[in-house]
């Protein structure tokens, strides 16, 4: 150990990263962050839930945040075919906010990686972990920096946020298969072009195919008059468009004419790319002096925006937990870590599975919905998936969201 180890490190600085060392700098902590990429960089995941500006309003992060002006978010739009379905935050049961943003995330995340650094992280770019030994007083990380350097590093404590990274599930062998079938996401920023008052740019469109339900589309307007384009489906799907990244996005996306109607003359601002079977999950998520945040832990699907909701709530889960043990008090980590965060997690893979499945298609596009339960659906779409006083959060989720969705197909 030198003088200059840190209280906590943080591998990653996006949003998980930057909210816990933010978080634990304010409580007193001595915060290194380490970071791959330099900053600004792309990244997808940019239609963010109310849940995460109620985070960042108690991270006091969020005037940073409003003063880049994003476009402004209050809820999602759901299109099958001549069906619309709308879902605004504002009619959500839980308490908090209600509005949230959508966000080019290489902007976002730098804003965040520099609040952080603002309230006392240091953080660093393009520095690479190489190595890592657990251990209960203090575990050792190897960091390769731009230049070749290999550095050690013996902080009290690690919190891997290195989202799809996954440094310390890959350098562990902490992976297990998700659970998920695989699929892929065809995906790209455009300049759209669409007239105002044919869309409503303040929520984002999720569009479902016309034949395969299980085939979903995304459209997410910035403020800039751009958007982030994609289309999810199976493997299988995705075979059936040959040509280009650019050339087969089109043709999905002609595949869902309304979506043609909106964006089929819209050109791309950069390259067209594709992700295939980025469900992952582990094997645990904390273990002797570390802890797994958000992607670097499991990452669901795209198609309830829940990544950074996750993400930032891993975060303010896991610094109320590590406060407690730089303080010297006893913790359970699974008890007061794995098992809070498992509650929401297991609310949005409900919502997902019943989404592939069709069964919440039949909730979402019932044409008598019940007001309550329409706001209680509205909760967890805002990303409220740890209110532990809704009846569609949490391990029952599953058999309430069935029961609720042969209810709508009776009627």
């Not at 299109?79 to 379905?85: D, E, H, I, N």
């Not at 979903?216 to 990244?245: C, K, M, N, Y």
């Not at 499991?298 to 909701?309: A, K, N, R």
Request: aromatic fraction near 10%.
């Amino acid at each position: 150990m030198t003088a200059g180890d840190p209280d906590v490190l943080v591998i990653g600085a996006g949003p998980a990263g930057a909210l816990a060392a933010a978080l634990l700098s304010q409580r007193g902590h001595r915060v290194l962050v380490l970071e791959r990429e330099r900053f600004p960089r792309f990244s997808i995941g940019e239609s963010l839930l109310a849940n995460t500006t109620q985070l960042l309003d108690e991270a006091g992060m969020l005037d940073a945040v409003l003063a880049a002006g994003f476009q402004y978010k209050n809820g999602a739009s759901f299109v099958w075919g001549q069906q619309l379905s709308e879902f605004n935050f504002a009619d959500k049961t839980a308490p908090g906010c209600s509005f949230t943003f959508q966000v080019k995330r290489a902007d976002f995340d730098h804003i965040l990686a520099r609040e952080a650094a603002r309230y006392g992280a240091e953080v660093r770019h393009q520095v690479e972990i190489v190595s890592f030994i657990p251990g209960d007083e203090r575990p050792t990380v190897g960091a390769r920096a731009a230049g070749g350097d290999i550095e050690l590093y013996r902080p009290r404590f690690v919190l891997d946020a290195s989202g799809f990274g996954r440094v310390l599930p890959r350098l562990l062998g902490l992976d297990k298969p998700s659970a998920f079938p695989e699929r892929a996401a065809l995906f790209g920023h455009v300049r759209d072009g669409i007239p105002a008052g044919t869309f409503d740019r303040q929520k984002i469109r999720i569009g479902v195919h016309p034949v395969h339900r299980d085939v979903w589309s995304w459209l997410i307007p910035f403020s800039d008059g751009t958007s982030s384009l994609g289309v999810v489906a199976a493997r299988e799907h995705h075979q059936r468009h040959q040509g280009s990244p650019a050339e087969r996005l089109r043709a999905m996306v002609q595949d869902e004419p309304e979506l043609e109607t909106l964006v089929g003359t819209a050109s791309p601002t950069r390259p067209i790319g594709e992700i295939t079977g980025y469900a992952a999950n582990v094997s645990t998520l904390s273990g002797p002096g570390f802890a797994l945040l958000g992607n670097a832990a499991e990452f669901l699907d795209p198609v309830f925006s829940s990544g950074v909701t996750i993400a930032f709530q891993s975060a303010k889960l896991a610094t109320l937990v590590l406060d407690r043990q730089l303080r010297g008090e006893s913790v359970d980590w699974d008890r007061d870590f794995g098992a809070p965060l498992r509650f929401g997690v297991e609310t949005f893979r409900t919502f997902v599975n019943a989404w592939y499945d069709g069964s919440l298609l039949d909730v979402i596009f019932s044409p008598d919905k019940e007001p309550h339960i329409h706001r209680l659906i509205c909760s967890v779409l805002a990303g409220y998936a740890w209110d532990a006083k809704n009846p569609y959060a949490g391990p029952n989720s599953a058999r309430r969201l069935r029961a609720l969705a042969a209810l709508c197909r009776s009627t």
